[in-house]
């Protein structure tokens, strides 16, 4: 199994609290993801890291932030929770190279509730 | 904009059977791959299998086999011989390319699979 932890794995918080999830890697990948599944939608992007300090905004990322200062460290920020940010977290990460072939592994989700 | 459609929120089948999982995509690049993840209640993203777009066989996986029809622009998932672990969420996603900035999957949203003893 891809080395990837997520912290915490469960959270309750309250509305307008700030929040930050990690994701750590052992497999220095060059590619994370965090993603957010709800009932119905199946998996949508939040935002994409495709190096240390590059970030880039998926089809979900409102009221979301980013940061990653080293390869193995991937975090995710709701500066002002909302109980619409109710949801389970999965970060994933993958290395791309010349092959189109590039498995995402996942980690093992956090399951954030917004009261 | 790529997307990935899944049209069966729910399916039942019986142990030993076969069961076909529906998958539908939209893409203009000519470049482009498709995977199928399981996850079990346990939560976790189990990845089964995965079709490159200029392959010209089919992906299989054991149990697991990829009707790839590129002209239909289906990737359909095979399951032989239903076993009772493989009920679970079953979620086909597609990887867009990025320039420069490697790939991220579309996922589309899930069918459930219980499998019958």
Request: proline fraction near 3%.
């Amino acid at each position: 199994d891809a080395g990837i932890t997520q912290s915490p794995r469960h959270k309750v918080t309250e509305t307008g609290t700030p929040v930050t999830l990690r994701c750590h890697q052992t497999e220095n990948h060059r590619y994370m993801y965090w993603y957010r599944q709800d009932p119905g939608h199946g998996l949508r992007l939040i935002h994409y890291s495709y190096g240390v300090k590059d970030t880039d905004k998926g089809e979900v990322s409102d009221g979301y932030s980013v940061s990653r200062s080293k390869t193995e460290d991937f975090l995710l920020t709701l500066e002002s929770a909302t109980s619409s940010q109710t949801s389970v977290y999965f970060c994933a990460i993958s290395e791309f190279g010349l092959a189109t072939y590039n498995e995402q592994f996942f980690g093992p989700g956090t399951r954030l509730t917004v009261l | 904009a790529q997307k990935i459609t899944q049209t069966q929120p729910g399916m039942f089948v019986q142990e030993k059977e076969a069961v076909t999982l529906d998958c539908t995509y939209d893409t203009s690049d000519q470049s482009y791959g498709l995977f199928w993840y399981k996850q079990p209640s346990s939560g976790e993203m189990i990845f089964l299998i995965y079709q490159g777009s200029y392959d010209e066989q089919n992906a299989t996986e054991g149990r697991y086999s990829l009707n790839f029809q590129k002209a239909r622009k289906s990737a359909n998932l095979v399951i032989s011989a239903s076993q009772l672990g493989d009920s679970a969420m079953y979620f086909c996603a597609m990887r867009e390319l990025i320039y420069n900035q490697g790939g991220k999957l579309i996922f589309g949203q899930g069918t459930e699979l219980s499998v019958k003893p």
